[in-house]
């Protein structure tokens, strides 16, 4: 069963904006990522967040984790074009689990 | 350039017959994953290996079969391939289990008709 849960499930901005994702997950974990994925293509890695730490950045990225409402978030600053792609974020439970994902945000940015 | 590689890039196959998808790494990693993805389901795993030698079930291993072999490889087999398993198959690696970001290949795009 999915763990972690992205909202929304689509998203369009004009570029320039930030856009900002939420992803919302069920059990404790030892680990949040977050990936990218353009059109017919696989998953990018972005940024990974360990339980003990809050915030972390990354260029245009920036990402959030409460463990307490379970919750992390993804903002992009003054996005681009080049943005536009699906996002995903995945928990690896407590435990020597495999990576579960959500189902993804679709980002689009408007020239 | 290091990374993954999976053959073929798409398939069509007729239901009943067996299919496997290659799966190669050079990136030396230890841990190595089959994901599928379908529209409005995400991400998948269907089985996983922690090291060369063990595989593991994931959420969906029904009617998927993996070996690990070596180190580099990591072949799915569908062994009576069904419509349902009309979808696009990942797979990924990490350099240590379940802690490390994944690398992905570009996918296999099957239909099963």
């Known amino acids: 069963s999915q763990q972690g849960e992205e909202d929304p499930q689509a998203l369009s901005i004009q570029e320039g904006e930030n856009a900002t994702m939420n992803c919302s997950y069920k059990?404790?974990?030892?680990?949040l990522q977050w990936y990218r994925q353009n059109s017919g293509r696989g998953l990018v890695h972005l940024i990974l967040i360990r339980s003990n730490e809050r915030e972390k950045h990354s260029g245009r990225l920036r990402v959030t984790l409460d463990t307490s409402k379970k919750s992390s978030s993804l903002l992009i600053t003054a996005s681009r074009a080049a943005d536009t792609a699906s996002y995903f974020c995945?928990?690896?439970?407590?435990?020597?689990?495999?990576?579960?994902f959500g189902k993804g945000t679709r980002l689009s940015v408007i020239a | 350039i290091a990374g993954i590689t999976q053959a073929p890039t798409s398939q069509i196959l007729a239901a009943g017959r067996r299919m496997t998808l290659r799966c190669t790494q050079d990136m030396r990693h230890n841990a190595m994953y089959w994901y599928r993805q379908d529209l409005g389901l995400g991400l998948r795993l269907i089985h996983y290996?922690?090291?060369?030698?063990?595989?593991g079930k994931g959420e969906v291993p029904d009617g998927y079969s993996v070996s690990r072999a070596n180190t580099d490889d990591f072949p799915l087999t569908l062994a009576s391939a069904v419509p349902s398993q009309t979808s696009v198959y990942f797979c990924a690696s990490s350099d240590s289990e379940g802690h490390s970001p994944l690398h992905f290949g570009n996918g296999t795009r099957l239909t099963v008709t």
């Open positions: 059990t404790s974990i030892n680990n």
């Open positions: 995945a928990t690896v439970p407590s435990g020597n689990t495999p990576l579960v």
């Open positions: 290996s922690n090291t060369a030698g063990t595989t």
